[in-house]
T-cell receptor, first 112, second 113 residues
Framework: AQSVTQLDSQVPVFEEAPVELRCNYS??????LFWYVQYPNQGLQLLLK??????LVKGINGFEAEFNKSQTSFHLRKPSVHISDTAEYFC??????????FGTGTRLTVIP | DAGVIQSPRHEVTEMGQEVTLRCKLI?????LFWYRQTMMRGLELLIY????????DSGMPEDRFSAKMPNASFSTLKIQPSEPRDSAVYFC???????????FGPGTRLTVL
């Protein structure tokens, strides 16, 4: 069974509009959660991570995510997207065996 | 630091041939992960090592796949014999400690004809 679930496989959004990419995690996942971004033909790059402390985590490129324990969610948000944000975004969590387990990805397409 | 280094970046081979993918970890990192990415299956963890020791290889598809860490900074993933269904992008990643986010290499795009 997957440990993290990304609810949307594709998200189209207009430039300068806000965006939210959804991620839910299962109780089998330790409370270490991550968002990675993958630009075309490149490897994965860490956007942000939640290990402990403040539930609102700020990452690179203006992205942020909020850890919500009651809803078992870790949604990624950006108030205003740019064309350059077009990429695949992966939510991930650490399992009990210390494996980093990825969601199926959400393709964000920013429309000019 | 140059980051995680993978070679080759692209590999095209014929079915039945042996394929060896290489990975150099970031200096000081002691955990090493091999992932495979395909359109159908997304990102799959194949195997990971901690301090040169394989911890979990349950993701390795079958006996045709093998991975080694001959030293603390280098790893290989070998497929013998290769099959067309092995075509994918293979990523290597390393991390400084367990339960820490891995740093990914650029990947090797493997095409088996």
């Amino acid at each position: 069974a997957q440990s993290v679930t990304q609810l949307d496989s594709q998200v189209p959004v207009f430039e300068e509009a806000p965006v939210e990419l959804r991620c839910n995690y299962s109780s089998s996942v330790s409370v270490y959660l991550f968002w990675y971004v993958q630009y075309p033909n490149q490897g994965l790059q860490l956007l942000l991570k939640y290990l402990s402390g403040s539930t609102l985590v700020k990452g690179i490129n203006g992205f942020e995510a909020e850890f919500n324990k009651s809803q078992t969610s870790f949604h990624l948000r950006k108030p205003s997207v740019h064309i350059s944000d077009t990429a695949e975004y992966f939510c991930a969590g650490i399992t009990g065996a210390n494996n980093l387990f990825f969601g199926t990805g959400t393709r964000l397409t920013v429309i000019p | 630091d140059a980051g995680v280094i993978q070679s080759p970046r692209h590999e095209v081979t014929e079915m039945g041939q042996e394929v060896t993918l290489r990975c150099k970890l970031i200096s000081g990192h002691n955990s090493l992960f091999w992932y495979r990415q395909t359109m159908m299956r997304g990102l799959e963890l194949l195997i990971y090592f901690n301090n040169n020791v394989p911890i979990d290889d349950s993701g390795m598809p079958e006996d045709r796949f093998s991975a080694k860490m001959p030293n603390a900074s280098f790893s290989t993933l070998k497929i013998q014999p290769s099959e067309p269904r092995d075509s994918a992008v293979y990523f290597c990643a390393s991390s400084p400690v367990r339960a820490s986010n891995p740093y990914f290499g650029p990947g090797t795009r493997l095409t088996v004809l």
